[in-house]
DNA sequence: GGACGGTGAAACTTCAGGTTGCCTC
DNA sequence: GAAGTTTCACCGTCC
């Protein structure tokens, strides 16, 4: 292959796509660090691979080898993506984007701070809000996919990567490189995005979800009540500032006004709104007042469901695809064109059971079997499918995966407070008990075992299979046993805390005098219900006594203002 | 002649992001 | 628009 041809022009280098990979180079062989940005997931992953194959040597082998073993195990089973990474880093190459774990993304941006990662190949993520700088920024994609086909990215974002090279106070000079294919297109692209005029920053006030939230929440505080008060906030915001079109805007504000009082999340006197308590929870909950109004809505259909005495899987399903369908939960999984059959099907089948039902004026199609395709990995999770065949399977990422599971975990929580409003106590017990599957990933049968300090879906697993079920159990079962099961190292520290034996210089001490520090508790099925109940219990007598002192303050006469 | 494997061209498919919200120990 | 993946036709080899 011959030598890369680079060209300097201004502040941009004419080169191949290909040739991203010598740029590199020469800047790491000079020991500086390189920042390379990529419009897919998928691309930023094959170029630090590809940087990571044509790397032959590497300084602090030891260092990056202990760090490649931290990110395969960051996870357990470790998935392919982790195993991807892992492999990159030996060389000290890495990529980062969303689907990164938590865990992942932190040791990659650490270690790049710290100068043993050399490179780190990401998608836009890294250019907005991280402050990670390098000698040198490659912008090797300065086109998006979008729904009109590729777009070139906005000017600011441009900027915002440009920016990333240099490091002030350590270097005084960064270079920004894009990759261009012709003497046009490099024309095209210092025009546009290094003389260009970035784009203006655009008020999204009057978009109606936005707007339906703030108004709530600055009722909900008692920052504006009033007609009046109401008209004189948005005078002065950015929004009328910029389009200075209020009549439209009042229009949209009183329109809400009207909504949140259908839903009773407001009521009004003479021109003077007040949040009701429902509507000031649904603040406080930070959630949609749509998405509130449609889990209220729903409330008792869903305790239905799960009256019988005993509910079946696909009743939780049910549940499971009801709090989907909230719009915080979009963007959903994209289904792919070979999974179209299987949710054509699936919707065939079960469509029509579901607890929210399909309306074409509402949803299109598509969206539909997105709702499908969440909820059956949603389900995958608490039946303890692992993170690597739930990747495989729906073709995501463990990132992605997390950050879902977290936001429908806030809104199963926020579904559980309005049953406790409600006083729906039994249902509002279930999905505590839901949130705790959801939390470790786990079937019910376990849930006593996830509770105990050190011990995850995997290890409960292990135990449950080996027959030791209960917290009781493990008291019961011998060291060695325990061992077998889940290693030396969690075995000990199980043992010598709530054992009636421990471990002393690898040897085995029976006793019952050994001060044990108990972080755990045994939980059973039933006593799941009741600690739930229990804890209920304690909520409720802390919930009238806010009620008395809130009514006793409002009877002085007191503006009370729920923090 | 049929089964199988390798190869390469053509057709098809996919494509970024990730606050905050709550509770408890 | 580009890169990755899948499909399919074709060819050579082996039994």
């Not at 969303?98 to 865990?103: F, I, Q, R």
């Not at 600055?218 to 007609?227: E, G, H, P, R, T």
């Not at 239905?304 to 079946?312: I, T």
């Not at 074409?360 to 969440?374: A, G, I, N, S, V």
Request: hydrophobic share 35%.
């Amino acid at each position: 292959m011959n030598n890369p041809k680079i060209i300097e022009s201004n502040q941009i280098l004419r080169t191949t796509k290909e040739n991203f990979v010598d740029l590199t180079l020469n800047t790491i062989n000079k020991g500086k660090q390189v920042l390379i940005f990529n419009n897919s997931k998928n691309s930023s992953e094959a170029t630090a691979e590809k940087v990571a194959i044509a790397i032959k040597r590497v300084e602090n082998g030891k260092e990056l080898e202990i760090l490649s073993n931290k990110i395969l195990k960051s996870l357990s089973p470790p998935t392919k993506q982790c195993r991807r990474l892992a492999k990159c880093i030996l060389k000290g190459s890495a990529f980062h984007h969303s689907g990164l774990t938590g865990k992942q993304r932190t040791l990659v941006e650490t270690n790049f701070k710290s100068g043993l990662i050399k490179i780190i190949s990401s998608t836009p993520t890294l250019a907005a809000g991280l402050n990670l700088p390098a000698y040198k920024v490659i912008i090797k994609d300065y086109k998006r996919f979008s729904n009109r086909g590729m777009q070139d990215i906005p000017v600011l974002e441009f900027h915002q990567m440009a920016g990333r090279a240099g490091r002030p106070g350590k270097e005084t000079t960064g270079r920004s490189v894009v990759l261009v294919k012709s003497e046009d297109e490099k024309k095209r692209v210092i025009k546009k995005f290094i003389f260009g005029k970035p784009e203006e920053i655009l008020s999204k006030l009057a978009v109606e979800p936005t707007l339906k939230m703030y108004l709530l929440s600055l009722i909900a505080m008692d920052m504006i009540n009033s007609k009046d008060e109401i008209k004189d906030f948005f005078k002065n915001t950015l929004y009328a500032k910029q389009y200075g079109d209020l009549e439209e805007l009042y229009y949209k504000v009183f329109k809400i006004l009207q909504t949140l009082k259908t839903y009773k999340f407001i009521d009004s006197q003479d021109d003077y709104y007040r949040a009701t308590r429902l509507g000031k929870r649904v603040s406080e909950l930070y959630l949609n007042p749509d998405t509130a109004n449609y889990f209220l809505e729903n409330m008792e259909e869903l305790k239905e469901l799960f009256s019988k005495e005993r509910y079946s899987s696909l009743d939780t399903y049910k549940l499971i695809h009801f709090v989907t369908n909230a719009i915080e939960m979009r963007p959903l999984f994209r289904v792919l064109k070979s999974e179209e059959d299987i949710y054509m099907s699936k919707i065939s089948d079960l469509g029509d059971e579901m607890v929210t039902k399909y309306d074409p004026f509402e949803m299109d199609y598509r969206e539909l079997m997105q709702t499908f395709k969440t909820s059956d990995i949603l389900q995958d999770w608490i039946i303890e499918k692992s993170e690597d065949d739930i990747c495989e399977k729906y073709k995501t990422t463990p990132g992605e995966l997390n950050y879902k599971l977290s936001n429908f975990d806030w809104l199963l929580y926020c579904l559980e407070q309005f049953a406790q409003l409600q006083k729906m106590h039994f249902f509002s017990n279930l999905i505590k008990k839901l949130r705790i599957r959801f939390k470790h990933g786990v079937k019910e049968e376990i849930i006593s075992l996830v509770s105990i300090k050190g011990i995850g879906r995997v290890r409960a697993r292990k135990l449950f299979t080996a027959s030791i079920k209960t917290y009781s159990d493990i008291k019961k079962v011998s060291y060695r046993k325990l061992e077998e099961v889940i290693g030396k190292a969690v075995a000990k520290k199980l043992k010598d805390e709530i054992g009636n034996e421990y471990v002393e210089n690898d040897k085995i001490v029976y006793t019952s005098s050994k001060p044990t520090q108990i972080k755990v508790r045994e939980v059973s099925h039933e006593e799941v219900d009741e600690m739930v109940q229990v804890h209920v219990g304690y909520q409720k007598e802390q919930h009238e006594q806010i009620i008395k002192q809130e009514d006793k303050i409002e009877t002085q006469n007191t503006l009370f203002r729920f923090m």
